[in-house]
């Protein structure tokens, strides 16, 4: 009796002990992350960022490569970190961008602002 108690115990513990392991390893497939990493380089394109934050834009491409090689091996949970640092750098690299462009801007028109009054100043 105590042999049959023994081992209907070991089976429970292997049981409890597999489902564990399952519960730590059921990470989802991080779909949902790569797709808006894929958003976040598109935009962060269409801010120019890849003439004005090459490398950064090429940083956020490149891990989304990395994380989808990951997510080939079923290694989920570093997938989802990476494409998560990728959408922050496209993020980035977008922000970084349209400030640039505006700082373009505004000394356009400071120049042609001190244009314009260099030639009130000539006629005077």
């Known amino acids: 009796m105590k042999k049959h108690t023994s081992m209907t115990g070991a089976a429970g513990i292997i049981g409890a002990v597999a489902v564990l392991a399952g519960c730590a390893s059921s990470v989802e497939r991080p779909d949902g992350e790569l797709r808006s ?16 934050e090459p490398v950064l834009l090429n940083q956020a491409q490149n891990r989304v490569a990395d994380a989808e090689e990951l997510i080939e091996r079923e ?7 990476l494409l998560e640092k990728a959408s922050v750098d496209a993020q980035l690299a977008g922000a970084r961008s349209n400030t ?7 000394d356009e028109i400071n120049s042609n602002i001190e244009s314009l009054r260099q030639r009130i100043e000539d006629r005077q």
């Open 100 to 106: 640039a462009k505006a700082e373009k801007a505004v």
């Open 37 to 52: 990493a894929e958003s976040a380089i598109q935009q962060a394109v269409s801010s120019d960022a890849r003439n004005f």
């Open 75 to 81: 290694e989920y949970l570093e997938a989802k970190r």
